[in-house]
């Protein structure tokens, strides 16, 4: 049998969550939009370091810069070992999904976008989180 309490709370949750006006939705600001994606993100220090620590591979980089451009192209830009490396795609976004193909090689990261921060996360769950460049 259904608890009474369990019914009252989803009811009262229902309606909160209706009352809440779009430009105050928590979510809607966190649900990931083309135009706050487009421009040029940076890892912070802290970040490179988690990213070199959950891929040793990464050992010896040092910064990682990414551009989003509006034509649905991007730029990668990676210091690593003292040595400039480019990346060049494509990028298309549905919903929180955005993708990214690089040399025919496709991979889907979930996005979050609030403010100045872009988080991506893998399909193995890593997060990355970027901050976006003046």
Known sequence: MINIKMIALIGLVSI?????????????????????????????????????????????????????????????????AGLEITNEGRWDLKGNKLTRTIDDERAELTIVVTDNLLTMTDETGVALIYTRKN
């Open 16 to 80: 909160l969550s209706s009352c809440i006006d779009e430009e105050d939705n928590p979510i809607v600001t966190l649900t990931s939009d083309r135009d706050n994606v487009i421009g040029s993100w940076m890892m912070a220090p802290d970040q490179v370091a988690k990213a070199i620590e959950i891929e040793e591979d990464l050992e010896g980089l040092e910064s990682w810069e990414i551009t989003f451009k509006d034509d649905g192209s991007f730029l990668e830009v990676f210091i690593y």
